[in-house]
T-cell receptor, first 112, second 115 residues
């Protein structure tokens, strides 16, 4: 059974650019959650997708958007990148909304 | 809003000894879940243990156990017979049973294991 995977592992962008991060959920999981983890801090909830619909959002601006596909994989898009967007972006999948979340290895984004 | 506090930024333990990591949380809800996750240098968050608030019995997973004090809103993690591979950042996390999409994390405790 394959766990949660994320791509790319590392990414460097410049301020103002747009970025797309990808996440493949664990087999059988229909829920994907995205988190931003700044250096030295705990993860912060961005949003969650359940069966292709957004199912809750944290305190992030609209330039953070997402998508979930019929196979339950997911994308996180960030427009108009800012320096403060530099962070580790974690994706977690779960069997359903109320089940335990299992994390991928993350994508390290650096905005210059 | 629910908050999670980990008051120990760093902890150290001798190999084979026992260490306890502290976590407190603030909530007005009665039904929720608590978690401990481990994040080694590889960055991947690994679930260590999970506790349902309605269960009075403390969760245990091999060398890992929790002391869940609901009234005190405390959720500490005890690691017995510490191993070098236990060295990592440990995060305590809270999730409401009603609003189950938003998991709140503490700032983490960095655990060092000395040989």
């Amino acid at each position: 059974e394959t766990g949660v995977t994320q791509s790319p592992t590392h990414l460097i962008k410049t301020r103002g650019q747009q970025v797309t991060l990808r996440c493949s959920s664990q087999s059988g999981h229909n829920t994907v959650s995205w988190y931003q983890q700044a250096l030295g801090q705990g993860p912060q909830f961005i949003f969650q997708y359940y069966r292709e619909e957004e199912n809750g959002r944290g305190n992030f601006p609209p330039r953070f958007s997402g998508l979930q596909f019929p196979n339950y994989s997911s994308e996180l898009n960030v427009n108009a990148l800012e320096l403060d967007d530099s962070a580790l972006y974690l994706c977690a999948s779960s069997l359903s909304r109320a089940e335990t979340q299992y994390f991928g290895p993350g994508t390290r984004l650096l905005v210059l | 809003a629910q908050t999670v506090t980990q008051s120990q930024p760093e902890m150290s333990v001798q190999e084979a000894e026992t260490v306890t990591l502290s976590c407190t949380y603030d909530t007005s809800e009665s039904d929720y879940y608590l978690f401990w996750y481990k994040q080694p240098p590889s960055r991947q968050m690994i679930l260590v243990i999970r506790q349902e608030a309605y269960k009075q019995q403390n969760a245990t997973e091999n060398r890992f156990s929790v002391n869940f004090q609901k009234a005190a809103k405390s959720f500490s993690l005890k690691i017995s017979d510490s191993q070098l591979g236990d060295a990592a950042m440990y995060f305590c996390a809270y999730r409401s049973a009603d609003n189950n999409n938003d998991m709140r994390f503490g700032a983490g405790t960095r655990l060092t294991v000395k040989p």
